[in-house]
Each structure stands twice: as structure tokens, then as C-alpha cells.
């Protein structure tokens, strides 16, 4: 069973950057599309970006032109490089995944994943 493991969050300033890390074991994310998501608390869990195995990406309008999703194969890893942070920005960031060569912009949706991270707490604040 493809098991997936956030890295990367912290505490960090208003302005400042993050890059979240999602690795999976022992199976290769190649066909895979991977969708980033965060939970504030006590609000629902929502989509970010989500990114096909051929670079097909989308993002979720509250992010664009901040954050950037990539890939490493080499690595088995997915990235989320978070810029220009917000206090609005603070939440759970989880990674998640399901196997298909094609995504649209319903894959910001969260019920169309099998596999879930434990997820890694992002808090922007001064």
C-alpha cells in the first residue's frame, strides 16, 4: 500500500517561504497524481495545487503565483514551494494521492483520493 510522508512545516514569518516535502515508500509515484491540501482549525479540508505525473498542474485561486508544486522522480518526492506566506496560510498541510494519468482542476477536490499523509503543521505569524 502506497504510504505517503509530509515534511517541511514550521513557524515562519509573514513574507517568509516554505518548502513542504511529500515522499512516498517503497512504491513509485510515477502514474500518480499528488494533490497538496491544508485544514485550518475547525475549517474543512481544502485543495491547494495538485500536479500530474506528466507536470500538469492546477492550484486554488487563495494560492497562485505564491506557491509552486513540483516533482523529482530521482527522488520520489513532490514539492510544495511556499512564497510570500500569509497568516491565512497557517493550517495542516497534507499530501495525497490516486493513481491516474490525468487530472483537471476537480482534483483540488478531497474526495477523489486514496492515500493520505499524517500531514505537517504550517503556522505563519510574527
Known amino acids: 500500500q502506497l504510504q505517503l510522508a509530509e515534511s517541511g512545516g514550521g513557524l515562519v514569518q509573514p513574507g517568509g517561504s516554505l518548502r513542504l516535502s511529500c515522499t512516498a515508500s517503497e512504491f513509485s509515484l510515477d502514474g500518480y497524481v499528488i494533490g497538496w491540501f491544508r485544514q485550518a482549525p475547525g475549517m474543512e479540508r481544502v485543495g491547494v495545487s495538485v500536479s500530474s505525473s506528466s507536470g500538469v498542474t492546477y492550484y486554488a485561486d487563495s494560492v497562485k503565483g505564491r506557491f509552486t508544486i513540483s516533482r523529482d522522480n530521482v527522488k520520489n518526492t513532490v514539492y510544495l514551494q511556499m512564497n510570500s506566506l500569509r497568516p491565512e496560510d497557517t493550517a495542516v498541510y497534507y499530501c495525497?494521492?490516486?493513481?491516474?494519468?490525468?487530472?483537471?482542476?476537480?482534483?483540488?477536490?478531497?474526495?477523489?483520493?486514496?492515500?493520505w499523509g499524517q500531514g505537517t503543521q504550517v503556522t505563519v505569524s510574527s
Open positions: 495525497a494521492a490516486r493513481r491516474s494519468a490525468s487530472v483537471t482542476p476537480t482534483w483540488l477536490m478531497t474526495n477523489l483520493y486514496d492515500y
